[in-house]
Nanobody
């Protein structure tokens, strides 16, 4: 069993910053890519940032230059530093990880429960 738990969401004014964290725990052999997705009301879930086990990152065009993802492999934790937040960044943010559980020969995709980020104008 693998669990992902996010933290760090909240309410912030436009131009402000927030830092999200997502810790993976459980029977983990290896974590491959980890990522952050978001879903606003009435919209589809979209990829915000992805980071490989080696630290290579990929960002949605809408957040490039404002958001930074990093990870601590020793802690099985991924972070999302969000700066210069805009009202359009308001959404439920989900953590995703591609995890090989102990005793498994393949990876599975796991999701956290999500955390709300609200940016007021």
């Amino acid at each position: 069993q693998v669990q992902l738990v996010e933290s760090g969401g909240g309410l912030v004014q436009a131009g402000g910053s927030l830092r999200l964290s997502c810790a993976a725990s459980g029977s983990i052999f290896r974590i491959n890519a980890m990522g952050w997705y978001r879903q606003a009301p009435g919209k589809q879930r979209e990829l915000v940032a992805a980071i490989t086990s080696g630290g290579s990152t990929n960002y949605a065009d809408s957040v490039k230059g404002r958001f930074t993802s990093s990870r601590d492999n020793a802690k099985n934790t991924v972070y999302l530093e969000m700066n210069s937040l805009k009202p359009e960044d308001t959404a439920f943010y989900y953590c995703n990880a591609d995890v090989v559980p102990r005793g498994s020969l393949r990876a599975y995709s796991y999701w956290g429960q999500g955390t709300q980020v609200t940016v007021s104008s």
